[in-house]
């Protein structure tokens, strides 16, 4: 693939950045999204970022930025791009150059290849879903099975919900050219049987035949966050037919892994309530926003991946996983769990809903109503009460010691995910420790270390203990950590003779499984915290730069992308 789907290949090239600057109007740009109305030399309206009643944000036509008095908000075309869309650096780029008309350069495509031309592609979806809309209008089946599950008409629009009729190749009626049009094969519509094919895999006849990807099935459109149709998901009718639900092949334009259904939708609403519900199906996405729930996006029929997470998290902090209360849910919840450890921070808040085993979220909105699901909503399980408890039923209730070493083993490869940076992990490794019946005293000195105002002594004293708790780390740390100490002052020369010592030693026997983790973590945050203090310094260095003239967004985005790529 060589387009937003593939976040890989080479880097964007600075020259690439300056015509994308040149050839685009950031009030054009802003306006298509935000209603701005001339005050003066610039443009004034309701900030995107933020709730407010009076105008506080501005654009620039002669500086070519924007700015929120209210929230602080400020930037530029890529900049907005990327905080209003939730869209990635790389992503941000090819949707400007969309916008400008411009092709992409060789370098950001891969293997010196041309860029691959989307928008045949974006057309052919749009034409397949005016199809199965007219479709559905013409099937009684179709209507009186979304008119059984209560789906209104401003549903159907809002989610480009349609019907692909039974048979093989009904998109012919779409699609004069549909033996030749190359780009109905390419976005995933139609799929071609290969002479070798297995028989039963496509239509009889001919060595070469096309048939359709969708058929007898309800099909939801998929939009990217520029609001284009990049895929269709399609469900069954009939019970008996199977898969339940397929999506669309991933193409140039569709990557299912970093594609969120319903989030163009509810992007909007997420801002609003600072806060995104996770759900299982398409289903479950439709009816809860016919219900109110607006909020909502769901996986395209896969496990939610690191890639969600990230573009979720660019939008809001605060994300409620909302799956059935059977083993199937129960599953995919974990899933989740272990995904979200991988990009978890101290200002993220995940919660965990399980509903009432074989109800659907929209099912329970309709028996209980829309306050009393925001009421279970607001009280769903934190990512450590859901942690806990799960591996808790899992062990026999720690029972027993041997139940106990086992939980405290499982969950604390578990939180070992979590960036070692953050605090919340040292936290968890301590309750943890607690949980299994078997706090340390390392626990207890690292805890010493978050208390307000630690003395230098406290500090290199829990080091000191780190050090002997976790030797082989130590071992592995000495000839980094080291030249970082100043052998001039006594505690940090005497750390440095125990890291000497420790390299020149096998190890030793570690303690308790958490406590040996935490000691481990705050050896590597040693190293890490001279690091991140320059890169803070750095990137607060660029924003002032930004902020007083000095760089314009071009040199600013090129140096940030630099810096994080460092």
């Not at 869209?87 to 860029?115: K, Q, Y």
């Amino acid at each position: 693939m060589t387009s937003s789907a593939n976040h890989g290949f080479g880097r964007v090239p600075d020259a690439f950045l300056d015509t994308l600057k040149d050839r685009t109007d950031v009030v054009a740009l802003i306006g298509r999204r935000v209603e701005l109305k001339k005050a003066g030399v610039t443009y004034k309206g309701l900030c995107p970022f933020h709730s407010e009643k009076s105008p506080s944000f501005t654009v620039s036509p002669t500086r070519q930025t924007y700015h929120c008095f209210g929230c602080g908000m400020h930037g530029g075309a890529l900049s907005f791009l990327m905080e209003y869309e939730g869209t990635p650096f790389r992503e941000a780029v090819e949707a400007l150059a969309a916008e400008a008309g411009i092709a992409l350069p060789s370098e950001m495509t891969g293997s010196g290849a041309p860029s691959v031309d989307t928008k045949p592609l974006f057309a052919a979806m749009e034409r397949a879903a005016r199809f199965f809309r007219y479709s559905l209008g013409q099937s009684d089946e179709a209507k009186a099975y979304l008119k059984g599950r209560g789906v209104i008409k401003e549903t159907l629009n809002r989610f480009c919900i349609g019907f692909a009729p039974a048979g093989w190749r009904n998109l012919r009626e779409a699609f004069s050219d549909y033996e030749h049009n190359p780009h109905i094969v390419d976005c995933g519509l139609v799929r071609e049987k290969k002479a070798d094919a297995q028989e039963g895999s496509g239509p009889p006849g001919g060595r070469t035949s096309r048939y359709d990807s969708f058929r007898r099935r309800i099909t939801f459109g998929v939009r990217n966050t520029r609001g284009q149709l990049v895929a269709f998901g399609g469900r069954v009718i009939d019970p008996e037919d199977s898969p339940k639900y397929l999506n669309s092949a991933e193409s140039a334009i569709f990557d299912k892994s970093s594609t969120l259904f319903g989030l163009y939708e509810a992007r909007e609403s997420i801002r609003a309530k600072r806060e995104a519900l996770v759900v299982e199906g398409y289903m479950d996405v439709v009816m809860l926003s016919q219900s109110g729930v607006h909020n909502v996006v769901a996986a395209m029929g896969t496990a939610f991946t690191r890639l969600h997470l990230e573009r979720l998290l660019s939008t809001t902090s605060r994300i409620i996983y909302a799956f059935d209360g059977d083993a199937a849910g129960r599953k995919a919840a974990w899933r989740a769990l272990e995904t979200t450890m991988t990009v978890l921070e101290d200002e993220h808040d995940f919660r965990f809903l399980l509903l009432p085993s074989g109800l659907d979220p929209d099912e329970l909105v309709q028996q209980e109503g829309l306050n009393a699901f925001e009421a279970r909503a607001s009280k769903a399980l934190s990512l450590s009460e859901f942690l806990v408890r799960e591996l808790t039923e899992r062990h026999n209730g720690l029972a027993t010691p041997e139940d106990r070493a086992r939980f405290e083993s499982e969950a604390t490869e578990i939180v070992s995910k979590i960036s070692f940076k953050t605090k919340l992990r040292r936290i968890l490794l301590s309750h943890i420790a607690a949980e299994a019946r078997a706090p340390g005293s390392a626990a207890r000195a690292i805890q010493s270390t978050a208390r307000p105002r630690p003395t230098r002594k406290t500090v290199w004293a829990a080091l000191t203990e780190a050090a002997r708790r976790a030797p082989a780390a130590a071992a592995d740390l000495a000839q980094t950590i080291v030249p970082l100490l100043d052998l001039s002052a006594p505690d940090e020369a005497e750390f440095c003779q125990l890291l000497t010592d420790l390299a020149r030693q096998a190890g030793a026997p570690s303690s308790a499984v958490a406590d040996e983790v935490i000691a481990r973590d705050t050896l590597y945050a040693a190293v890490d915290m001279i690091v991140s203090h320059r890169e803070d310094q750095a990137k607060a260095d660029l924003v002032r730069q930004f902020n007083d003239g000095e760089l314009d967004e071009a040199d600013y985005l090129r140096k940030r992308q630099a810096l994080t790529c460092s």
